[in-house]
């Protein structure tokens, strides 16, 4: 079982920057996916990135790409989420989800679900942390 804790969530003004961490229990696979969604008062949830360890790629909404960068710290279990340039339309509580690519799924997968294709949900999800932004 996977347990997800993030942390670094706050208030900042627009223009500025946050950076968001979400440390894991553990890791079964060598290989997964690791994602941050978000989501704000009476909005559907929404996938802002995600990182293929097998792979090393990433994924971004168009939303964040070039403001956000997703990392991950492989000896700390760790993955990240750095904010720049935050924006009145960032505010939203921050989920972490984790989960690894369904047998003959390739690393695609972990994209196709941040981005709301086909069923599949992140099996593994922390408690959230929740992002501010004034204007």
């Known amino acids: 079982q996977v347990q997800l804790v993030e942390s670094g969530g706050g208030s900042v003004q627009a223009g500025g920057s946050l950076r968001l961490s979400c440390a894991a229990s553990?890791?079964?696979?060598?290989?997964?996916?690791m994602g941050w969604f978000r989501q704000a008062p009476g909005k559907e949830r929404e996938g802002v990135a995600a990182i293929y360890t097998g792979g090393g790629s990433t994924y971004y909404a168009d939303s964040v790409k070039g403001r956000f960068t997703i990392s991950q710290d492989n000896a700390k279990n760790t993955l990240y989420l750095q904010m720049n340039s935050l924006k009145p339309a960032d505010p939203a509580v921050y989920y972490c989800?984790?989960?690894?690519?369904?047998?003959?799924?390739?690393?695609?997968?972990?994209?196709?679900?941040?981005?709301?294709?086909?069923?599949?949900?992140?099996?593994?999800w922390g408690q959230g942390t929740q992002v501010t932004v004034s204007s």
């Open positions: 989800a984790a989960d690894w690519p369904p047998l003959g799924y390739s690393g695609s997968w972990c994209y196709d679900v941040v981005k709301g294709l086909g069923p599949y949900e992140y099996r593994y």
């Open positions: 553990e890791y079964t696979y060598s290989t997964y996916c």
